[in-house]
T-cell receptor, first 111, second 115 residues
Framework: TQLLEQSPQFLSIQEGENLTVYCNSS?????LQWYRQEPGEGPVLLVT?????EVKKLKRLTFQFGDARKDSSLHITAAQPGDTGLYLC???????????FGKGTKLTVNP | EAQVTQNPRYLITVTGKKLTVTCSQN?????MSWYRQDPGLGLRQIYY???????DKGDVPEGYKVSRKEKRNFPLILESPSPNQTSLYFC??????????????FGAGTRLSVL
């Protein structure tokens, strides 16, 4: 059973479109992280959210942590080809230093 | 430059032949971790270490060993590799535990094939 469910699994859009990626769980997380991974490289951390209801913005990317700390979303405004990659969410449960990853969303932004 | 260095980057071996994948970080980080990434399964944590001589199991520790004798190094040992350990492996480190807002840095990965 996957602890963190990411959707959609694949997303192909045109440059300039907006998109949202979801990360859902029935479990509560003390913190949740979003990463982007490009082919042949390791994941790179984009953001960490720790407070229920927290919203963080990173240029055209907006991250939200659900009030109950069970889900999160990543919204990209006016997507660009450079946003292409595998987006991963990962959560740490309270009192544990173990990190659980979702299976990822493979985003392709076509010029 | 902050770096997590894994070696080798690519490895082909045979069933049962012991191997070690090395991982080294130059940031004086306390937390280090190993993951494997498989198609359709995503990234899964194998082992992690909160500090020297402190290690703990992740979600898929079977068939793997680790050691943390020095702060900078965290080798992954496969005593008797099997084909189901064919995977892409990543080492990562962060200044302290994940509950805090710490950046976790990943190495470039080691692609292992066990024949």
């Amino acid at each position: 059973t996957q602890l963190l469910e990411q959707s959609p699994q694949f997303l192909s859009i045109q440059e300039g479109e907006n998109l949202t990626v979801y990360c859902n769980s029935s479990s509560v997380f003390s913190s949740l992280q979003w990463y982007r991974q490009e082919p042949g490289e390791g994941p790179v951390l984009l953001v960490t959210v720790v407070t229920g209801g927290e919203v963080k913005k990173l240029k055209r990317l907006t991250f939200q942590f659900g009030d109950a700390r069970k889900d999160s979303s990543l919204h990209i405004t006016a997507a660009q080809p450079g946003d292409t990659g595998l987006y991963l969410c990962a959560g740490a449960q309270g009192g544990s230093e173990k990190l659980v990853f979702g299976k990822g969303t493979k985003l392709t932004v076509n010029p | 430059e902050a770096q997590v260095t894994q070696n080798p980057r690519y490895l082909i071996t045979v069933t049962g032949k012991k191997l070690t994948v090395t991982c080294s970080q130059n940031m004086n980080h306390e937390y280090m971790s190993w993951y494997r990434q498989d198609p359709g399964l995503g990234l899964r944590q194998i082992y992690y270490s909160m500090n020297v001589e402190v290690t703990d199991k992740g979600d898929v520790p079977e068939g793997y060993k680790v050691s943390r004798k020095e702060k900078r190094n965290f080798p992954l040992i496969l005593e008797s590799p099997s084909p189901n350990q064919t995977s892409l492996y990543f080492c990562a480190s962060s200044s302290s535990g994940l509950a805090a807002k710490n950046i976790q840095y990943f190495g470039a990965g080691t692609r292992l094939s066990v024949l």
